[in-house]
């Protein structure tokens, strides 16, 4: 089940099926949180008052704690052991105060407290995720590897399925859909709830029936890395400090004189800060946590570099589905754009069962996903499913029927499997397994960053060019999407 074999062996052993079941199965309660999320926040945003054009913005809470959060999780868990190991103490400690953020959500009442809430949902999210990504690498041989990271796309898929659909289901068994403005229907409520439990019993099997590899045990798995982690590496201070400093100071500077949308100011400020915190960490030579995140940052391996640029198109694409899908399709496809009404209510429960059958789609595809890899590479087979969810994202702009928007969702599920896959498969081929935690951490700054841009740029696009109908942020994710396929047309694969 998932344990170790013995200290001398130079090989990791091969973990049986149930030995992969046990290390990913807490992936499916973070999943449910996030298929919850995903399809219910801007649903409880409009409910609560919010106007389409806000949505973005109300999201940005979180990627701004994420751009902090992620490294210094990754960081810190690759130097933790104790009594209850490695990663467990980070991913069990997210789902508690990410199953706490559950329940107060749709209770909040105030826009202001939902918003605050969602921060710390995102936060307490990417504290459980980001271990369980380097948790996969920790416990499984190279070979084995990718077959890990399909059993942990097939959990992310079949929770997201259930996360999605609960609102659905539970209106359908006669519990109420709709409510009066300013409080969110019962089938949403109980839904978060449900979701709270199954994320806690869920990470809490994984704690409890998984063993993490000591370090004297990932030491001599590892023996060519052992002396780079024993003795760490020399620190490296970036000298492109005052080039960040400058540009997001410019930033700041257009923002304030052409009077353009104030949610600017967020991308601007972190861009101006990240300059100066190189600026500090060269001119003071400091060490600590910020000055190795930073250095590690600046020593990515290529493959890495690589890969970033396509995460970042990928990630765009994929905030421009989550926070607009609702406001498209209720206002396309079942004619809404009254909140309380039950054409509404109607069609944000129809967009649950869009993120489920994507995420459906993906569970499926997760397992073809190694076989296509073999004969054409991982990169390759990402830039073709990336490339698919680019023609998803033509078709929602374009279809109207409720049934038909499930046709893109085959094309978006065969891109999320990938994108939950395979750039994971090409980075642990090449990070060194003693960093495996940082570098995962500074590889989501490229997910969280996006999603920054998205939440600080998107709602001023819509109201200065598509002030009457949201459906053309498709066309923008579309165009993004592909250029995602590009940019992994570039990376370059080392098979040893």
Not at 3 to 32: A, C, D, M, Y
Not at 326 to 331: K, N, S
Not at 345 to 364: R, S, T
Not at 413 to 418: D, H, P, R
Request: charge should be positive.
């Amino acid at each position: 089940m998932g344990e170790p074999n013995g200290v001398t062996t130079r090989q990791k052993p091969q973990q049986s099926f149930w030995g992969l079941w046990n290390v990913s199965f807490g992936f499916f309660g973070i999943q449910l949180a996030f298929g919850l999320q995903n399809a219910n926040v801007s649903r409880i945003f409009q409910s609560l008052g919010s106007s389409v054009d806000d949505l973005a913005f109300l999201w940005i809470a979180g990627p701004v704690t994420g751009l902090i959060v992620q490294p210094l999780i990754g960081h810190y868990s690759d130097r933790t052991w104790g009594r209850f190991g490695r990663r467990r103490p980070y991913f069990v400690a997210g789902a508690v105060l990410a199953a706490l953020a559950l329940l107060g959500l749709p209770q909040a009442g105030v826009l202001l407290v939902a918003a605050g809430f969602l921060w710390l949902l995102d936060a307490s999210l990417n504290i459980a995720m980001e271990p369980f990504r380097a948790f996969v690498g920790d416990m499984t041989p190279d070979d084995q590897r990718a077959q890990g990271f399909a059993l942990q796309t097939w959990f992310i898929g079949a929770g997201a399925v259930i996360g999605s659909l609960l609102p659905a289901v539970f209106a359908h068994l006669g519990i109420s859909n709709t409510a009066p403005e300013g409080v969110v229907p019962d089938s949403v409520r109980l839904s978060f709830t449900i979701g709270a439990a199954a994320m806690v019993l869920a990470v809490a099997w994984t704690a409890l029936r998984v063993r993490e590899y000591s370090p004297e045990e990932m030491a001599a798995f590892n023996s060519d890395h052992a002396n780079a982690a024993q003795h760490g590496q020399p620190l490296v201070y970036s000298p492109r400090g005052p080039m960040w400093l400058l540009i997001g100071a410019g930033l700041l500077a257009i923002v304030n004189e052409m009077g353009l949308d104030k949610q600017l100011y967020v991308l601007g400020g972190g861009l101006a800060l990240f300059g100066l915190a190189q600026i500090v960490l060269r001119a003071t030579r400091a060490r600590g946590a910020l000055a190795e995140i930073m250095s590690d940052l600046a020593q990515m391996p290529a493959q890495m570099r690589q890969l970033a640029v396509a995460q970042f198109f990928t990630w765009t694409a994929l905030f421009i589905l989550f926070i607009y899908t609702t406001p498209v399709v209720t206002r396309n496809a079942f004619g809404a754009t009254d909140t309380i009404g039950a054409a509404y209510n109607a069609g944000a429960d129809w967009v649950g069962v869009m993120f489920a059958f994507y995420n459906g789609v993906a569970a499926l595809a997760a397992f073809l996903l190694p076989v296509l890899a073999k004969r054409i590479g991982n990169a390759r087979t990402h830039a073709l499913c990336l490339l698919g969810g680019g023609v998803g994202f033509l078709l929602l702009l374009v279809l109207r029927d409720a049934w038909l928007l499930l046709l893109p969702m085959v094309f978006v599920g065969i891109a999320w499997a990938s994108i939950l896959a395979m750039p994971y498969v090409i980075l642990t081929r090449v990070l060194p397994p003693h960093k495996f935690g940082i570098y995962i951490g500074v590889f989501n700054i490229f997910i969280v960053v996006p999603q920054l841009m998205v939440a600080t740029i998107m709602g001023g696009v819509i109201r200065s060019f598509f002030p009457t109908d949201p459906k053309w942020t498709m066309l923008v994710g579309a165009v993004v999407m592909a250029a995602a396929a590009l940019a992994m047309l570039r990376v370059r694969e080392d098979q040893a």
